[in-house]
């Protein structure tokens, strides 16, 4: 590769990066906007609660993990969905230190409202795209993180 191809490549990269960062973004704003905000709940609120919906109860640190956030923005994010009767705290079974997570019933109703109302601006998000396009976007954001995730 010459010295300008690597430069084109470069810059390619960065600028399918930026355009990938602020097409999630964009999308993240809309959702919020439109379903989460009028329920006075934020982006993060609503990946742990899917997450933990998913799982039915689940470790803090497992939560964290799979939200892709922090455990101490994870303790922010639990103190307010507690207090707001959403999630419950409760020991771990067999291990005192680990802390479980888990709906109760208001978060459950609430989650079971919130995933077709995103899912459809997520819809709405992508309608643009005919079915094979976005098949193809999918192909390679699924291709690039499991590339990011392999070791080096």
Do not use: C
Request: proline share 3%.
């Amino acid at each position: 590769m010459t010295a300008t191809q690597d430069i084109a490549a470069h810059s390619s990269a960065t600028e399918t990066v930026l355009h990938l960062h602020r097409a999630a973004n964009a999308v993240r704003q809309h959702v919020e906007q439109v379903v989460l905000r009028p329920r006075q709940l934020t982006w993060t609120g609503f990946v742990v609660l899917r997450t933990v919906a998913a799982a039915r109860r689940m470790e803090t640190r497992h939560v964290a993990e799979q939200a892709g956030i922090s455990k101490a923005t994870l303790t922010g994010v639990v103190d307010t969905l507690s207090g707001r009767g959403l999630v419950r705290r409760s020991d771990h079974p067999d291990d005192g230190r680990l802390v479980v997570l888990q709906l109760t019933r208001k978060g459950q109703r609430l989650i079971r409202e919130l995933l077709p109302e995103s899912q459809s601006e997520e819809v709405f998000a992508l309608s643009y795209l005919e079915p094979a396009q976005l098949a193809v976007v999918t192909t390679a954001l699924r291709g690039m993180i499991a590339h990011l995730e392999r070791p080096r």
